[in-house]
């Protein structure tokens, strides 16, 4: 468990008890960010907090699966175990022209079905995505996280298909509008994506298909690229890597 993050729902009922004026409940909740700080534990506008692993709340509940992980990695590069979000990723295509079939006169701005563009979806801010050269196949676009009355989707999800690297999803979380927060296993932390701070990591099996997960974070977003793939290799790898920083001077 590289990480723990702050689940968008979470946050913004945290966050509209943090505005209440009165100045009782704005003592308890700044005692309650500070309590958060200390523990290392997530709290509204957090923003990407970097701990040493052992220090981070959940270590001990998944000290086991690390330790499996890391054993995984230097023994085949990859976390070796079934990826569901592999086989979701491989399938999306299909998937997506169901749902967007079954969904087709569901005009309400809140749904979270897919739809065909961006230009379908009322965001909340400029999403950009992933550039067009880059989108071998463009297969729809769903929101992500939070809709705000008034204003929209805090973040959206591009899926498409790259020939290079296979089937991917392009996440977006704009935590300035969704309040979040991650915190980061400091033993996890890359510069990788533009010296951003980055994870990667790759998991699944020859089964199931791999799942090729990389992450970074600035003060304004959250972003994440997955790409789904039968094969397993680090040439994949490094070519995500690449397509993440081409996303990231794009947006």
Not at 151 to 180: M, P, T
Not at 181 to 207: F, L, P
Request: proline residues 3%; contains cysteine; charged residues 25%.
């Amino acid at each position: 468990m590289k990480k723990i993050i702050l689940a968008a729902l979470i946050t913004t009922a945290m966050t509209a008890v943090a505005e209440d004026t009165a100045p009782i409940q704005k003592v308890r909740n700044n005692w309650a960010v500070e309590h958060f700080k200390k523990q290392n534990m997530l709290y509204p506008d957090g923003g990407v907090q970097i701990v040493p692993e052992k220090k981070m709340s959940s270590y001990s509940q998944f000290k086991k699966e690390l330790e499996k992980d890391k054993n995984d990695i230097s023994k085949y590069g990859y976390i070796n175990q079934p990826s569901e979000r592999a086989q979701h990723l491989l399938s999306i295509k299909t998937i997506a022209e169901h749902q967007m079939k079954k969904q087709n006169n569901d005009y309400d701005p809140r749904s979270t079905h897919m739809r065909h563009s961006i230009g379908d979806l009322k965001m909340a801010y400029t999403f950009v995505g992933v550039p067009s050269n880059d989108i071998s196949e463009f297969i729809g676009v769903a929101p992500y996280l939070t809709y705000l009355k008034g204003q929209g989707w805090v973040g959206a999800i591009q899926f498409f298909k790259n020939n290079d690297v296979g089937y991917c999803a392009f996440s977006e979380n704009n935590i300035r509008l969704s309040h979040g927060s991650v915190v980061i296993a400091k033993e996890a932390v890359r510069n990788d994506v533009n010296e951003k701070i980055t994870t990667v990591d790759v998991t699944g099996n020859k089964q199931t298909g791999f799942v090729y997960n990389v992450e970074w974070y600035d003060n304004t977003f959250f972003r994440q690229l997955e790409c789904a793939n039968l094969e397993y290799s680090q040439t994949i790898t490094d070519e995500v890597i690449e397509l993440a920083k081409r996303i990231d001077k794009n947006v």
